[in-house]
């Protein structure tokens, strides 16, 4: 049974910092691996698909990176700003299809 | 639509009463999820549909719950009977396939509160 982790569960920085968010999974035959963000209230926007064959997606002053034969993705911020507070998911697809299996969420607050 | 769209946005309702949740998925997306996040909670699947059939619905709690989809579109959760523990955000995705591979786009969620 593919089971997801995040660490940390919360993270606090200054603003500029550059950070990293871990993901593991503990079955390493996945198709592909999402990142999502959550605004307090909100539903999920997709950040980041980082397909099996590929090692690295990046999408502004974000970058995902994955190793699947150690079940690990990570999700590097750089030059963090307020505006980044939000709690990060990560999620694979499980079954066959897209049902995804979802980390608990990494909390991020940045502060001016 | 440009996006996943789902209503109502808010809904508070007495216990045991009836409620039906919409989801309206992107455009030409034959797949379509039905997730739910309890406070304190991680997300949770309900059910999986391909086109109008639901070849997964492993995820529903009771049977107090159901969903139907209609035209290969729109969908709609129904709880009957509503509880307090039936409180949470429900959200809704959709991929163009039904495949492992595709991006799965979600909607903005349904908060409900049972009183």
């Known amino acids: 049974k593919q089971e997801v982790t995040q660490i940390p569960a919360a993270l606090s920085v200054p603003e500029g910092e550059n950070l990293v968010l871990n993901c593991s999974f503990t079955d390493s035959a996945i198709y592909n691996l999402q990142w999502f963000r959550q605004d307090p209230g909100k539903g999920l926007t997709s950040l980041l698909l980082i397909q099996s064959s590929q090692r690295e997606q990046t999408s502004g002053r974000l970058n995902a990176s994955l190793d699947k034969s150690s079940g690990r993705s990570t999700l590097y911020i750089a030059a963090s700003q307020p505006g980044d507070s939000a709690t990060y998911l990560c999620?694979?697809?499980?079954?066959?299809?897209?049902?995804?299996?979802f980390g608990a969420g990494t909390r991020l607050a940045v502060h001016p | 639509g440009a996006g996943v769209s789902q209503s109502p946005s808010n809904k508070v309702t007495e216990k045991g009463k009836d409620v039906e949740l919409r989801c309206d998925p992107i455009s030409g997306h034959t797949a379509l999820y039905w997730y739910r996040q309890s406070l304190g909670q991680g997300l949770e699947f309900l059910i999986y549909f391909q086109g109008n059939s639901a070849p997964d619905k492993s995820g529903l709690p009771s049977d107090r719950f159901s969903a139907e989809r209609t035209g290969g579109s729109v969908s709609t959760l129904t709880i009957q009977r509503t509880q307090q523990e039936d409180s949470a955000v429900y959200l809704c995705a959709s991929s163009l396939e039904s495949g492992p591979h595709t991006e799965a786009f979600f909607g903005q969620g349904t908060r409900l509160t049972v009183v």
């Open positions: 999620a694979v697809p499980s079954g066959g299809y897209n049902k995804l299996i």
